[in-house]
Each structure stands twice: as C-alpha cells, then as structure tokens.
C-alpha cells in the first residue's frame, strides 16, 4: 500500500514513534466483525467478542456475507467493530425516557441498525441520507433489521433546519477524508489530498450548522468521522464549542486502547495498530441554550 506523502508527514507529526506501527497495521488484513439481530433471536457466534458491544463479534475471515439467507433476513449486520462503540456512548446518555433522534448521514445503515437495537422502548428514529441510490441500500438494510420505530427518509441537511428542537439527539457520522478506510478501500487513498481535507472540513461545519437548531437544548449531537487528522474531528468539536453554547461530554470506559483527545476536550479515537478495527473518532455534544 503506497500512502500519499503528505498523509505520511501529518500523520507522523500526529503520533509521533508511534506512526511505524500504525503503517504496519495498515498493511495486515482487514478484521471482519459483525453485529447479531437479538431481535430476531440470532444466536452468538463462538468467536471473540467485540470488547465495547454486548451484540458484536469477530469472524476469522470474511465470508460471501451475500450468499448467506440469515444475512439478508436481518440476523446480523456486518459492521466495522470500532464504530460499535457507539453503544458505549448511548449507555451513558440515554436513559427510559423515550427519544426522538436523527442519524443524519445513516447509509448504509450500521449505526441506524445498532441506534434501533439500543434506543429505549418507544422511541422514533429518523434515518436520514441525502444521496439517493445510497438511501435505497439504508433502506433496504432498515428493513432487514425489522424494528417498526424508523423513518428512512432523503433529504439534504438543510432541509432539518426548520425543525426546532425536534430532536433529542442527533449522529453525524460525517462525509470525511476517509483516512481510517485506507486499507479497506484503495479508493480512498487515491482521493486523498490536502485540499480535500479542507474541503472536508467546511462540509462538515456546514452539515453542523444546518441541523443544530433542530436540536432540543440539553439534546446531544453524536460526532464521529473515519478519518485520523485533528482537523476534522478536534478542530470540528472546538469549532462547535465556540460557535454555539454546548458543552464537551466525556464518555466513560475501561478500554485503555483508545486513544482519548488532549484534555479539556473529550474525543475518542481508534487506531488500527492499538484495536482491533479500523480508523474511528467519536465525540459527544451537549447543547445548553
């Protein structure tokens, strides 16, 4: 795998001694996870488990997942284990209170599946993604999952502005440089430039700026991206600190693995050579005005 120069530069700059061992992870096989439907009584795998997920699981290879009947009925989704952890995060800020909530940017569907299986009884979920034929994959896999409390809908992000406070919390898994999918996926190695990261982080604040009226005060925006670099995750949470009245909220966890941003600020990120997945950063929002 040949990595752009200047990826090497910053990424190097970031972390340090520690940038070998990230190549070189980079470089091993992709691990495969998945998530089992216990609401359709899927049965655990005897494989390990992933650590942050009482519902995810390792497999020693990946399989033809789409020859597989159990696949296409809903029994599992097949999902990236670091972006798992999100149900760390809705442990700690959900409680019984049913919720009103947006996954923004849901395809094709992952987090909006794990958000159906974890948020409490009664809730609504919008799953939400703004590219067409990638809203009829969201909705394809909506389906499979078999929860009844879900509105596929496609929409641009502006078009959530007008709704005051409607949501109790929001998941922006936002369009990224995509930096932490390296070695799923060439694609996103060849796209990679520095332009690009910044064209990346205006989208993002834009994205930010569009749905945050339509969150209730004391609501939280969930960010997250599958990219490495500060400017994209850090800077996007400070940028949202300082634009508009929220607060940073640390989730707490035992996984000494990820690596948590510099202090005050309170963000998670996963690094291939440190867990077992591959790139994530996730950081939590609390809006007080």
């Given at each position: 795998?040949?990595?752009?120069?200047?990826?090497?530069t910053?990424?190097?700059?970031?972390?340090?001694?520690?940038?070998?061992?990230l190549?070189?992870?980079?470089?091993?096989?992709?691990?495969?996870s998945?998530?089992?439907n216990?609401n359709?009584?899927?049965?655990?795998?005897?494989?390990p488990?992933v650590?942050w997920s009482e519902?995810?699981?390792?497999?020693p290879e990946r399989?033809?997942?789409?020859?597989?009947?159990l696949?296409h009925?809903?029994a599992y989704y097949?999902?990236e284990?670091?972006?798992?952890?999100?149900?760390?995060?809705l442990?700690q800020?959900?409680?019984?209170?049913?919720?009103r909530?947006?996954d923004l940017c849901?395809?094709?569907?992952g987090k909006?599946?794990?958000?159906?299986?974890?948020?409490p009884?009664?809730s609504l979920?919008v799953s939400?993604?703004v590219?067409k034929s990638?809203?009829?994959?969201?909705k394809?896999?909506i389906?499979?999952w078999?929860?009844d409390?879900i509105?596929?809908?496609?929409?641009d992000?502006?078009r959530?502005t007008?709704l005051?406070?409607a949501?109790?919390?929001?998941?922006v898994?936002a369009?990224?440089?995509g930096?932490?999918?390296f070695?799923?996926?060439?694609?996103?190695?060849?796209e990679?430039?520095?332009?690009?990261?910044?064209?990346?982080e205006e989208?993002?604040?834009?994205?930010?700026?569009?749905?945050?009226?339509?969150l209730a005060?004391?609501?939280?925006l969930?960010?997250?991206?599958?990219?490495?670099?500060p400017?994209?995750?850090?800077?996007?949470?400070?940028?949202?600190?300082?634009?508009?009245d929220?607060?940073?909220?640390?989730?707490r966890?035992?996984?000494?693995a990820?690596?948590p941003?510099p202090?005050?600020?309170?963000?998670?990120h996963?690094?291939?050579?440190?867990t077992?997945?591959e790139g994530?950063?996730?950081g939590?929002?609390?809006?007080n005005?």
């Amino acid at each position: 795998m040949a990595l752009p120069i200047e990826f090497i530069t910053r990424t190097r700059a970031l972390l340090g001694e520690e940038y070998d061992k990230l190549e070189a992870a980079l470089q091993a096989d992709v691990p495969v996870s998945i998530r089992i439907n216990r609401n359709k009584g899927t049965k655990a795998p005897s494989t390990p488990q992933v650590c942050w997920s009482e519902t995810g699981y390792y497999l020693p290879e990946r399989l033809s997942f789409t020859f597989d009947p159990l696949f296409h009925a809903g029994a599992y989704y097949v999902q990236e284990a670091s972006s798992m952890f999100l149900q760390v995060v809705l442990e700690q800020i959900t409680g019984d209170t049913p919720l009103r909530v947006l996954d923004l940017c849901a395809a094709p569907g992952g987090k909006s599946t794990l958000l159906a299986s974890n948020l409490p009884k009664d809730s609504l979920l919008v799953s939400n993604e703004v590219i067409k034929s990638r809203a009829s994959i969201l909705k394809e896999n909506i389906i499979k999952w078999g929860y009844d409390h879900i509105v596929v809908t496609n929409s641009d992000p502006n078009r959530f502005t007008g709704l005051k406070g409607a949501f109790d919390m929001i998941l922006v898994d936002a369009p990224c440089s995509g930096e932490g999918m390296f070695r799923k996926d060439e694609k996103a190695i060849t796209e990679w430039s520095e332009n690009n990261l910044r064209l990346c982080e205006e989208r993002q604040r834009r994205i930010l700026s569009d749905v945050w009226d339509a969150l209730a005060p004391g609501g939280y925006l969930v960010y997250s991206t599958c990219t490495y670099n500060p400017g994209e995750n850090e800077d996007i949470l400070n940028w949202i600190l300082t634009t508009f009245d929220a607060s940073s909220v640390e989730i707490r966890h035992n996984f000494t693995a990820i690596t948590p941003s510099p202090f005050p600020l309170h963000g998670y990120h996963f690094y291939p050579h440190k867990t077992s997945g591959e790139g994530l950063f996730m950081g939590v929002i609390q809006k007080n005005d």
